[in-house]
Structure formats: C-alpha cells, structure tokens
C-alpha cells in the first residue's frame, strides 16, 4: 500500500513538473509538507536551476484566497 500511495505521489509530481517547467519564477505554497518535497524534486533536475522557486508556508486557504495570494505575491515583487 505504502509503495502504491509513493508511485501515485511521484506521478503527480511529475505532471506538476511539466506545468512548472514553463515557468522563470515559481511560489509553492500551502499548509502542508508537500511543497517542500515537489521543491526537493524540481531542486534536483538541472532543467530548474535558472527557475526562482520560493517556497511559502501558508494556512489552508479557498480558491479566492489561493488566487489573491498569488496576485498578491507577483505584484509586490
């Protein structure tokens, strides 16, 4: 079951990946320890290395909050 939950985690990050490869400056966020794992795995491929990827840790949020923090985000940089 474990080995089933980790293949199934590897194949959505990899299709995260794909979207995140179109990308100069990415923000992962939210509560949980996810973002920090997708960020480990876009830190070790090299296609990522002149990609600004930050990572904020964040209370659960709607969709409408989700939205405006990212507006929020890329406009005051």
């Not at 100069?24 to 509560?31: C, H, Q, R, Y």
């Not at 491929?45 to 990212?70: L, P």
């Amino acid at each position: 079951m474990h080995n089933k939950e980790l293949y199934e985690q590897s194949k959505y990050y990899k299709k995260l990946i794909d979207v995140v490869k179109k990308y100069k400056e990415v923000i992962l966020f939210g509560p949980t320890n996810a973002k920090e794992e997708l960020f480990n795995e876009l830190a070790a491929d090299i296609r990522f290395e002149d990609v600004k990827i930050q990572v904020k840790q964040t209370d659960k949020m709607t969709a409408r909050q989700q939205h405006a923090f990212v507006i929020d985000f890329f406009t005051n940089k």
